[in-house]
């Protein structure tokens, strides 16, 4: 089972075992949301979307973001400004290639969505940028 502890030591949920995630997802997709990939800046097609709706969880279908949060950062990735709840994603410190940065994962899924940053002074209401790739989501259009 893969699994990793969380900050507060909760162990990270996966609903699926991993041969059924390769099943249900591209090649892309799994490579991001199950292997903490990173799609190329610029090439998501979240990147600049303005369309009202609900961002879930490309793996599991939670909802994770909403459009009324994202915003304009220019880094090449959708970026919002808070999750839609608190609990719909697990934050985890991550040290991987030589950064102390903070992993954003699906809480109820455990895949991988991107990270977070803070204190970049993009004026947002938190001074924070969830740095999500777009290939981790799904957007739900307002009706
Ligand atoms: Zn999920």
């Given at each position: 089972m893969h699994s990793s502890p969380a900050k507060d030591n909760r162990p990270v949920p996966s609903a699926l075992p991993e041969e059924q995630w390769r099943a249900k997802l591209s090649p892309q997709e799994y490579h991001v949301l199950r292997e903490a990939g990173t799609e190329p800046a610029f090439t998501g097609e979240y990147t600049d979307t303005e369309t009202t709706g609900v961002y879930r969880c490309r793996a599991c279908n939670a909802e994770l973001f909403r459009s009324s949060e994202k915003f304009h950062s220019g880094c090449g990735w959708p970026s919002f400004f808070s999750p839609l709840a608190g609990d719909s994603i697990i934050e985890i410190e991550d040290r991987s290639l030589g950064m102390v940065r903070t992993e954003v994962r699906c809480a109820s899924c455990g895949s991988h969505l991107g990270h977070v940053f803070a204190?970049?002074?993009?004026?947002?209401?938190?001074?924070?940028?969830?740095?999500?790739?777009?290939?981790?989501l799904t957007l739900e259009p307002a009706e």
């Open positions: 204190g970049e002074d993009y004026g947002t209401p938190t001074d924070l940028r969830y740095c999500i790739n777009s290939v981790s």
